[in-house]
């Protein structure tokens, strides 16, 4: 389900006040994949329920270059959250999720394999309100970017 930026926070402190344990991962998921979908799973594992913070459209080109996004963040939104594991997804519009992160408030922030908590900026958010930061291994060979690489080499886009 989609949730607008400003209705995050108070959704999360009703959740967190029936005695809900949140997740909260974010990123670009701009070609969902198998890696990304047992991320999530894996993500949704550590508690109650998973809020997904998806960066939008201008975020991923900030980060990504301006031929990213492939899909728009509607229908980023509509596929992730279509996901069994994901609950709840937010947009955000910043390069990273720290303010976002502020106002979900997670027990539990899961990063992809690629981050350490020294390269992770959320994670001073997350520790220092009490929370927990946990770093799940990627599924190896999978990647919207070898995709995207593989359409335009061959143009499969299968693995």
């Known amino acids: 389900m989609l949730v607008r930026n400003r209705d995050i926070e108070s959704l999360c402190c009703i959740l967190r006040a029936g005695g809900t344990r949140i997740v ?5 998921f701009d070609i969902i994949h198998a890696g990304h979908v047992r991320y999530l799973e894996q993500a949704r594992s550590f508690g109650d329920v998973l809020v ?7 975020s991923v080109r900030a980060l990504k270059g301006d031929s990213r996004p492939i899909n728009g963040e509607l229908d980023r939104a509509a596929v992730a959250g279509a ?5 709840y997804v937010v947009l955000f519009g910043e390069r990273t999720a720290e303010t976002i992160v ?3 408030r997670p027990d539990i922030y899961v990063k992809g394999g690629d981050y350490t908590l020294d390269t992770l900026p959320e994670a001073k958010v997350v520790m220092g309100y009490g ?3 946990e770093i799940v ?7 919207t970017s070898r995709i995207i690489e593989k359409i335009q080499t061959d143009g499969r886009a299968s693995s």
């Open 24 to 28: 909260f991962t974010n990123g670009c």
């Open 52 to 58: 997904l913070g998806l960066n939008t459209d201008a």
């Open 83 to 87: 996901l069994r594991a994901v609950d």
């Open 102 to 104: 502020g106002k979900v």
């Open 131 to 133: 929370g927990r930061v």
């Open 137 to 143: 291994r990627f599924l190896d060979g999978h990647s």
